[in-house]
Nanobody, 124 residues
Framework: QVQLVESGGGLVQAGDSLRLSCAAS????????MGWYRQAPGKEREFVAT????????YYADSVKGRFTISRDNAKNTVYLQMNSLKPEDTAVYYC?????????????????WGQGTQVTVSS
């Protein structure tokens, strides 16, 4: 049974940093591209960042480029999202997702597995 478990969310002030983690189990982690998405109240789930199976390719949404960094540790079956210079508009539930494949993927419908999410709230 595949499980993706996010952690690291919380309440911070604008300009602060947070690091989210997503621990994967039940799959061969090194064969999966990973993605981070977020969903704010009343809005659709939106793409944030993705990383290839090897970590060699990353891609970001324009809204987070230069502030967020996605990385992975295949030995620990974990993907991370380092979020710096947080803004109130970054407030959302953040989800990690796994997609079997060798490249990077941005479409919500492309991913095979999803975590339950972790809340990030940024106060002004």
């Amino acid at each position: 049974q595949v499980q993706l478990v996010e952690s690291g969310g919380g309440l911070v002030q604008a300009g602060d940093s947070l690091r989210l983690s997503c621990a994967a189990s039940g799959l061969t982690f090194g064969r999966y591209a990973m993605g981070w998405y977020r969903q704010a109240p009343g809005k659709e789930r939106e793409f944030v960042a993705t990383i290839s199976w090897s970590g060699g390719i990353t891609y970001y949404a324009d809204s987070v480029k230069g502030r967020f960094t996605i990385s992975r540790d295949n030995a620990k079956n974990t993907v991370y999202l380092q979020m710096n210079s947080l803004k109130p508009e970054d407030t959302a539930v953040y989800y990690c997702a796994a997609k079997r494949g060798t490249y990077v993927y941005t479409g919500v419908d492309e991913y095979d597995y999803w975590g339950q999410g972790t809340q990030v709230t940024v106060s002004s």
